[in-house]
């Protein structure tokens, strides 16, 4: 039962998104982290806002008005969805969750040449969860993924027209999954399952809490180019970051409420609780902690961008997003007491294409919008209960307002459309590679997306 729990752990970051965001970014990504790039569909890495160009792209830290500037937002993401099963056409929803994605970024202009800054936000990230009568439970009915990004920045104006920007990453992850165990799975005696003994398959008879935490190092990098006035065009690489995760796994009884008739294949009287049993064919070591560890990868991503100004207070914004999720073919892990092995994943490379639109009809007002389509990083065999993530559509929309001549705030909302995807809520048999054979069902995804930033100049 220990193996199994790791297993769905590792499973879950393997193949995690919200769900951080189940249908907000394709895999686990989330690139919500400024109310006024999400306002334009997250174009911007030519034409960043404030303090949050650390992230979106770092050279343009430099050439300011400002001393200092400063940002501090938040992205609310509620994404809603269910599972509807082929066989019995009944679907079940996934719990709702409004989940926060809070950020902050300041910047330090040095001198006409140099600025610095830093940024805390989460450009990796997810938390999936369904009821714990679900029949994905067994794989986890709740999961949650956190990759804290600090980014040290430093940029430089190598001329009037020409920006370029670096920084470090580290990334601190954390891990949670809540599964249930079944009893049928499970070896009685010998190499017989309880299964094999007429227990129904999905009897609930173990509660398993799986957690970890481990640190990475990475870098970015950034480009901003002004060939002419009206015209700007920049890039961003963010670089893998490799996480080595050091976890336990906890167990608490779940009672399966069976009693067992006359004749049962355990030898006992009529009458006897099931529960007995289970507990006299294990040993109270079963329950206790173990200790468990694999390695995240936090994929290596590149953006690309343009911005072009037709007329004054019109600025029309397109950027092309590819990440390289194909780190995720195979995930080994090693257990304690149950060894090593290795789960397979076989994600994709994505891309993504945004187009954006920035109006300013006052000093004050500046309204947004935007679209962007993605494609999906997860192949039909590892679309799970932990990240049922496919091909999405996504429109936004934006206000920033004036507030003073330091002060601005930006607001904004997201509508996420993902293409409906058949999945499976059965784990593969341990050791073998899953197929779309297991899929049983389909599943669906929306999200809608508040964001809010104040953006100070000093």
Same mark, same amino acid.
């Given at each position: ?191 017989? !399952? ?5 227990? +129904? #398959? $999905?009897?609930?008879? &173990?509660?398993? /809490?799986?957690? =970890?935490?481990?640190? *990475? ?30 976890? !336990? ?5 779940? +009672? #399966? $409420?069976?009693?067992? &008739?006359?004749? /049962?294949?355990? =030898?006992?009287?009529? *009458? ?37 100004? +037709? ?148």
């Amino acid at each position: 039962m220990r193996r199994n729990a790791v297993l769905s752990a590792v499973a879950f970051v393997s193949a995690v998104t919200v769900t951080a965001t189940r249908a907000d970014a394709q895999g686990y990504g989330v690139y919500e982290h400024d109310a006024c790039m999400m306002g334009r569909a997250g174009t911007g890495v030519a034409a960043p806002c404030d303090a949050s160009t650390v992230h979106f792209n770092p050279a343009g830290i430099v050439g300011g008005g400002a001393r200092w500037n400063a940002q501090l937002g938040a992205t609310i993401i509620a994404p809603r969805g269910g599972f509807t099963d082929s066989a019995t056409g009944v679907t079940t929803p996934s719990t709702k969750n409004n989940i926060p994605v809070p950020t902050l970024f300041v910047t330090r202009q040095l001198n006409p040449r140099w600025a610095v800054g830093v940024g805390v936000n989460a450009p990796y990230g997810l938390i999936s969860e369904w009821p714990n009568t679900f029949a994905g439970r067994f794989l986890a009915y709740r999961a949650e993924l956190k990759a804290i990004y600090f980014q040290p920045t430093v940029a430089f104006s190598v001329s009037p027209r020409v920006q370029i920007g670096a920084g470090v990453d580290f990334v601190h992850a954390t891990v949670e999954v809540r599964q249930r165990v079944d009893l049928s799975s499970q070896v009685a005696t010998g190499t017989t !399952t309880f299964g094999q003994l007429g227990i +129904p #398959t $999905g009897t609930d008879f &173990a509660d398993a /809490n799986v957690s =970890g935490s481990g640190n *990475g190092l990475g870098a970015h990098f950034g480009i901003l180019m002004k060939p002419w006035d009206w015209v700007s065009v920049g890039a961003r690489a963010l670089t893998r970051v490799t996480v080595d995760i050091e976890g !336990t796994a906890d167990f608490s009884r779940y +009672p #399966t $409420g069976i009693t067992l &008739a006359a004749g /049962n294949p355990f =030898g006992v009287p009529a *009458g006897t609780p099931l529960d007995s049993v289970v507990t006299s064919a294990f040993s109270g070591a079963l329950f206790s902690g173990q200790g468990g560890r694999t390695t995240i990868p936090m994929p290596e991503q590149v953006v690309v961008g343009v911005a072009v100004r +037709p007329v004054t207070g019109v600025t029309l914004l397109a950027d092309y997003q590819y990440v390289n999720w194909r780190a995720f073919q195979v995930l080994p892990f090693d257990l304690d007491s149950a060894g090593s092995s290795t789960l397979h994943e076989d994600y994709r490379a994505t891309s993504g294409w945004r187009g954006g639109i920035e109006l300013a009809p006052t000093d004050k007002v500046t309204l947004r919008g935007g679209m962007l389509w993605h494609s999906a990083a997860a192949p039909a065999q590892t679309v799970t209960p932990l990240l049922p993530e496919g091909a999405r559509i996504e429109g936004t929309a934006g206000l920033g307002l004036q507030l003073s001549p330091r002060l601005r705030l930006d607001v904004a909302y997201q509508y996420v459309r993902q293409q409906d995807r058949r999945g499976r809520v059965v784990d593969a048999p341990e050791g073998s590679v899953p197929t779309t054979a297991l899929n049983s069902g389909l599943y669906k995804s929306t999200a809608n997306l508040y964001g809010a930033s104040l953006a100070f100049a000093l």
